[in-house]
């Protein structure tokens, strides 16, 4: 199963990488407006730090801010698999650290953290998604760890990604969540 994932993701982001500079563009900005959709004044929104090729969300995250939602990005919490999620940063806040490894290090910001519960809507990237909402992340475990460890409330997950990263099935292990939405740049697909 990990070998099989572990090929898909390297099928994917290639494929991903493959996509001529102004298809991208066009499709990210498709995406950033779709997705004004979920944008609620005083709603908690996950969104995440793009890297690696993932679809941008600078221009979604302005007009969250502007019609007044509470933005909040991932905290990676040392030695720990579920996440927090701390406000986006105003202006020019430098991270408090970088956590990873490899050559993403995805930046985390200091502020009042708050769990997955606490969130009404995450927006989530892929790596890859089916046709029934499963979703293939980077391999880390996290997003579905802190989805699973919702005891209270879950928040509405929308993966966000480029059309050319759905496929039809997945592997699956018992851990991987289903979101309940997927956003390209041909809409929204609802699960």
Known sequence: MKAAKKALRRQLRQTRRALPATERAQAQAACNRTLKTFIRRGKNIAVYWAMGGELDLDDWVQ????RGANVYL?????RSLRL???PYPRKAQRAERKRGQSSLHVPQFRGKKIRAERLHKMLIPIVGIDRDGIRLGQGGGYYD???NACRTRRPQTVAVGFACQQIDRLPREAHDIRTD???SERGIQKF
């Open 63 to 66: 007009a969250a801010l502007k």
């Open 74 to 78: 991932p905290y990676i919490e040392p």
């Open 84 to 86: 927090w999620f701390t």
């Open 145 to 147: 760890c802190t989805l």
């Open 181 to 183: 939405y997927f956003v």
